[in-house]
């Protein structure tokens, strides 16, 4: 502790040795620092007070907040709207401040310099300061006036322009959605069109295999059915014999005549020619032409009538369709009943084929539809993404229209509500006696800085070349031993010399404080009464 | 330098003289009497010349003087001989290289109160009971000694150096101190530091320190930063004494100037023109004990 008690005391000790630099250096500090805080151009302040009503003002824009806001953020509140932008560049064009800037960037640093000067105080709840410090004059009091002017007009529309800007935004955004929506609904669509049997629900891959499988099983059982019936026919028709014995006029044989086949044509044929040659015999005799050409046709025609026999007995193994020799006075004709079983028969046959074209049809779409089987989770997953993009997008637009409503809301309710309450106290008045700057204290902040500057330089030049005034600094820097000290005789002419020093020194010092005084009284009782009792004393 | 060393010729004012021409010093007052210097061929014994120191000046200059044993400027030197002694006489036993009762007093810059402490030491080592001191002017450029002390001076070490028909009983001075002689600096010579370089100035070095035991030789010297003499000096002597001047001297300048004497392995430094100072070790308490 003492080793820094003793360097303290060398480090004044040297600073008190360079005394006179101290006082030279600050008297140029001074110099300099004085003149320039007179040099100064006097600053002017016009303030207006209004009375605001907070409530109205905060009102939409706390909407819902329940909270009370602090002085600090009403006053925020208070300079934000009353300095926006649009409404600063307003009082820079009612002031005619604009015609100071040529370009953007000149625009941009006065509206951004203005924003900052001019200040807004808070004064009670509802109460506030408007005040505008400048060098000049009558700019103050324009600035502060055209303040006023902007509440007067009521234009704290700013957030009025928001809102619109918000509705704008928020319109088009909805259109995009809108776009979007369309699109993800085609999509969706589409590809339901495109995998319709694959899709999950109703209809779904599983229940159109099961219908395949069920219709290949039917078939194929109609298949069996229809077989079975056919077998059953042609059992029939085997013991159903194929031509049957009548009387040549019965009515069967006409009857039978007609399901014969072309056997029957010409049994009927012969019968017809039968029936006229006994019709022409009891006109004529037997030598007539026509009863003699009648019987000629008979003829032939009972003779191809046998031949056709002989035909129809030849190729077929069977003797169904052999009539065989006929009982005299009988025919053989065909039996319906075996012409229709075989009808039949040939029909079952006919149901069957197109059974087994169904079946093999049916068959087809079954390995079909099994190929597809794998698409099936596939297509699944592909729905549920279109799926959830599709929602994804309702949603997002769902939601733009909520804000869209409640933004119009919103402004509904602004323009529907009052305006804010607003009343002049004090108007702006031409400022008479500057405000600033506060020059006494800037003399006494210079005066305290150069007697720093001073001490500071004395200091540097103590360390930057260091002398020694004690044994102990001796040894401290030196590891040669120290003899002693030898104390210094001071004669009295020295002593005389010393102290005038001192009285010297002293009264340049005093002559700074006096200076320093000197001006702040000036300032106090202000420079031109100052000059105006000088030359008053000069006159006189 | 062959006339040094016989027993016949003494040079130091000791009580062997057989000339009828002056008395040892031993009062005060009156002038300086002149020694018969240029004696004749066939004397046998030549006496070195006797001055009368100015005590009055001294005392007023505030130095050490016969009469003010207690003053604090005495005190202050009686702790600052004390080292100084007691190495000079302990080595001159074991080292041969440098006599060691060979002192040199200098500073970085004039001014600083070489002579001022050369003289104060001397006179506080010839109040010593067992030791003699010669003091002798370096500073050949300047010689202060004579002015400081109140006496007349003439030839010196650099006559004595320069030119062989001279010897020490023809410059060294008795003084009325009985333990104090001094030798000044001499004509002022264009080659001082080259003679004070040469093997004669080794020599005679040597024969001063070594002839008597009890002897302490104390140079006064130019400033270190303003000749070429200190660091000669240096080569010859065992001890240094470097003024630090309070307040004035920087480190830079004694950084410098004990570089230029780093010849001689025995540095002290001494602060000298100290002013009081808070928490700095005064003496002057202890002073205070004796009155």
């Known amino acids: 502790m003492n080793d820094v008690f003793v360097q303290i005391v060398s480090y004044i000790g040297g600073i008190w040795r360079r005394r006179w630099y101290v006082l030279a250096v600050a008297w140029i500090v001074c110099g300099a620092g004085w003149t320039a805080v007179a040099s100064l151009p006097d600053r002017y302040e016009s303030s207006a007070r209004i009375y605001v009503d907070m409530d109205t003002m905060l009102g939409p824009l706390m909407k819902g907040i329940a909270v009370e806001m602090n002085l600090f953020q009403q006053i925020d509140i208070m300079r934000r709207t009353l300095l926006s932008r649009p409404n600063v560049e307003k009082i820079i064009l009612m002031t005619d401040l604009d015609l100071t800037v040529k370009s953007d960037e000149d625009k941009e640093r006065l509206i951004d310099e203005m924003s900052g000067k001019i200040s807004v105080k808070q004064q009670g709840r509802n109460l506030f300061q408007i005040s505008y410090e400048d060098v000049e004059r009558g700019l103050t009091k324009r600035v502060v006036q055209a303040v006023m002017q902007i509440f007067v007009e009521g234009n704290l529309g700013a957030s009025r322009k928001d809102m619109e800007t918000t509705r704008r935004f928020l319109e088009g955004q909805i259109r995009s959605y809108e776009r979007q929506l369309v699109e993800a609904e085609t999509r969706l669509a589409k590809f339901k069109r495109q995998n319709m049997g694959l899709l999950p629900g109703e209809g779904n891959y599983y229940e159109h295999m099961q219908e395949m499988r069920r219709r290949q099983a039917e078939t194929e059982a109609q298949i069996s059915e229809g077989t079975m019936i056919r077998d059953e026919l042609r059992a029939q028709l085997k013991d159903v014999p194929k031509f049957l014995e009548v009387a040549k006029d019965s009515a069967i044989t006409q009857v039978g005549g007609g399901f014969g086949g072309p056997e029957s044509d010409l049994n009927l044929r012969i019968l017809e020619l039968q029936q006229i040659i006994d019709s022409l015999l009891t006109r004529y005799t037997e030598q007539h032409p026509d009863v003699q050409s009648t019987k000629r046709q008979l003829a032939a025609l009972q003779k191809q009538l046998e031949e056709e026999n002989a035909m129809a007995a030849g190729p077929e193994g069977d003797n169904v369709d052999e009539p065989g020799p006929a009982a005299p006075g009988k025919t053989m004709v065909s039996n319906p009943v075996y012409e229709q079983i075989k009808l039949q028969l040939v029909q079952q046959e006919g149901v069957i084929a197109a059974l087994k074209n169904r079946g093999e049809q049916a068959r087809k779409a079954v390995e079909k539809w099994a190929g597809m089987a794998k698409l099936v989770p596939q297509v699944e997953a592909q729905l549920a993404q279109l799926n959830r993009d599709y929602q994804i997008v309702k949603k997002g637009y769902e939601e733009i229209r909520q804000r869209q409503e409640s933004a119009k809301l919103a402004s509904d309710l602004e323009t529907k509500a009052q305006k804010v309450q607003f009343r002049i106290i004090d108007p702006p008045k031409l400022p008479v006696k500057p405000s600033g700057p506060n020059r006494p204290l800037m003399f006494a902040v210079v005066l305290l800085a150069g007697l720093a500057a001073g001490i500071a330089f004395s200091f540097l030049l103590s360390q930057v070349n260091t002398t020694f005034s004690s044994i102990q600094r001796l040894r401290a820097t030196f590891t040669l031993p120290v003899l002693g000290r030898i104390s210094a005789i001071i004669s009295a002419r020295e002593k005389r010399q010393s102290v005038r020093e001192l009285i010297g020194f002293s009264l340049v010092g005093i002559f700074l404080l006096l200076a320093c005084g000197g001006l702040i009284g000036i300032e106090i009782v202000g420079a031109n009464n100052v000059l105006g009792t000088i030359k008053d004393l000069g006159i006189t | ?291």
């Open chain 2, 1 to 291: 330098m062959e006339k040094l060393g016989d027993g016949v010729v003494t040079d130091d004012g000791g009580p062997i003289s057989d000339g009828p021409i002056t008395s040892p010093a031993s009062g005060i007052g009156g002038h300086s009497v002149q020694t018969a210097k240029a004696a004749k061929p066939e004397e046998p014994a030549k006496l070195s010349r006797q001055v009368t120191i100015d005590h009055d000046a001294l005392r007023a200059a505030g130095m050490v003087c016969a009469h003010s044993e207690r003053s604090l400027i005495a005190e202050e030197f009686r702790m600052i001989k004390r080292p100084l002694i007691l190495k000079a006489f302990d080595d001159n036993a074991s080292d041969s290289k440098k006599p060691g009762n060979l002192v040199m007093v200098s500073s970085a810059r004039p001014g600083d109160g070489k002579t001022f402490c050369a003289v104060n030491l001397a006179m506080s080592i010839a109040l010593e009971r067992d030791l003699t001191v010669m003091l002798i002017d370096g500073d050949i450029a300047k010689p202060s000694i004579p002015s400081v002390m109140g006496i007349e001076a003439d030839k010196g070490l650099i006559d004595l150096i320069a030119d062989d028909s001279l010897d020490m009983s023809d410059v060294l001075l008795k003084t009325d101190i009985e333990n104090l002689t001094i030798l000044p600096a001499g004509r002022s010579h264009q080659l001082a530091t080259e003679l004070l370089a040469s093997d004669k100035m080794e020599k005679f070095v040597e024969e001063i320190a070594r002839r008597y035991p009890d002897r302490m030789i104390i140079f006064d010297s130019p400033p270190v930063l303003m000749s070429s003499i200190p660091g000669v000096l240096a080569l010859h002597v065992a001890q240094i004494v470097f003024i630090v001047r309070a307040e004035k001297t920087t480190q830079t300048s004694i950084d410098t100037a004990l570089g230029l004497i780093s010849e001689c392995e025995n540095i002290y430094l001494l602060l000298n023109k100290a002013h009081t100072m808070v928490g700095s070790d005064k003496f002057d308490g202890y002073h205070g004990y004796y009155r």
